[in-house]
């Protein structure tokens, strides 16, 4: 069982910098790739981007790449999202997610079994 809380979300410019964080409970937290996902108002949820379970290959989406970065530390159990330059399209609710199949699948949202509860991120331009 792993149970995952978000953070960091709030009001940003376009054109700054925000960071989000995941603080996942249980000692198991190494052994998942992780992701993160974020549904706009209106659509449905998206993947964003993930990372293997040592941290070694990252997997994003065409509309992040470059400007985004995902990143984890597995000895505090958390998992990162810098979000550089964000857009107002990037206007979201974020999810963080674990899942225990590889960073092949990991753009699919059925890989994942554990959901955290979200953080709203809004860009305003």
């Known amino acids: 069982q792993v149970q995952l809380v978000e953070s960091g979300g709030g009001l940003v410019q376009a054109g700054g910098s925000l960071r989000l964080s995941c603080a996942a409970s249980?000692?198991?937290?190494?052994?998942?790739?992780m992701g993160w996902f974020r549904r706009a108002p209106g659509k449905e949820r998206d993947f964003v981007a993930a990372i293997s379970t040592s941290g070694g290959s990252t997997s994003y989406a065409d509309s992040v790449k470059g400007r985004f970065t995902i990143s984890r530390d597995n000895a505090k159990n958390t998992v990162y999202l810098q979000m550089n330059s964000p857009k107002p399209e990037d206007t979201a609710v974020y999810y963080c997610a674990a899942s225990r199949g590889s960073l092949i699948s990991a753009s699919s949202s059925y890989e994942y079994e554990y959901w955290g509860q979200g953080t709203q991120v809004t860009v305003s331009s």
């Open positions: 249980g000692r198991t937290f190494s052994g998942y790739t």
